[in-house]
């Protein structure tokens, strides 16, 4: 059974399977230390990679014209603009490193047991074989500018409980989504907005016949704690993956009262720019402009939702003024 974390960079929220970070723009780099495979060890890199490119699909995964066993580094440029370094760490011991233009920083712990080295393998897997009883861990490197970490549960035997632990800015928490991962926030001064700067994407894990299996994540302090269930009708090796993304997207969260106050002004906006005055969200300056048409009736009918079963509504914005969809949710 494998298992897989994936880091990427997403608005604000940081996502998990086994462990995972997301964003908006990014540059990205994954730096692994030259491993000189041959024989033997060189096959099982090889046979452990391919097992982890069957379950992930490597159409996201960014390919490196390094050679096998060579540092990989790469990067990545994601619609949003902003750069983000991720590098992979030289054993299964190390951190997952994600870093922004800006100097902020997100880690994720690998759950390895041994200093076992990472070496590029198959398309652009980084692997780090039996880098704990009966399992494989590996990492990835993704198109949009994420970053995956995959364990790969060989047979029965395999450990089913996978830590993650998280190194997270000042001032950032991990606060569950509703969706079974997580978001990383900062709560700005004054209390709103509430920016989001990741994300921990809800784990997934499959056997080997493509089956999905069981698994969540729950936090233990500043750990991510990955559950895989397997049974006696699992097909080994079992993947699952955590995926981390970095990103900067301002979540803009109206209270209850909010909400009702607003409502009917909502409900009859006839077009996107109608609604930037009166909700004074001023990053939405060129967002609120486009919102039109099927668009502005999900804004409307999300808002009308909320406004009915009293429930707060979240409107994420890209600092490049995209919008990027409205929720409402329990509060």
Known sequence: MQTSTTIRRKSSRLTAATVAVTAAAALLASAIPANAQTGTSWRNAEHAAAVVEKATGTADVASSAAAPGAPLTRTVTTSGGRAVTVTAPDTATGTLKAATDTGASLGLTLPGAKDVEGVKAGVGT?????????????????????????????????????????????GVKAVGNGEGGYDLIRQTQGGEPVLVVGSID??????????????????DGNSLIQTIETNETTAFPVVADPTVSYGWNVYYRFSKAEVKKYASKVKYAAGGAALCGFLGVPAAAVACGVIAGGTLSHFQGVWSSAATYNKCVEVKIGYTGIYGGAKNYKC
Do not use: C, H
């Open 126 to 170: 980084v692997v780090y074989p039996d880098a704990a009883p009966r399992t494989d861990v590996a990492v990835q490197s993704t198109t949009d500018g994420g970053a995956r970490t995959l364990v790969t549960l060989k047979d029965a035997k395999a450990p089913t409980s996978q830590r993650f632990k998280l190194d997270l800015p000042a």
């Open 202 to 219: 809800a784990p997934w894990a499959k056997d080997a016949n493509g089956k999905k299996v069981s698994t969540a994540y729950r936090l």
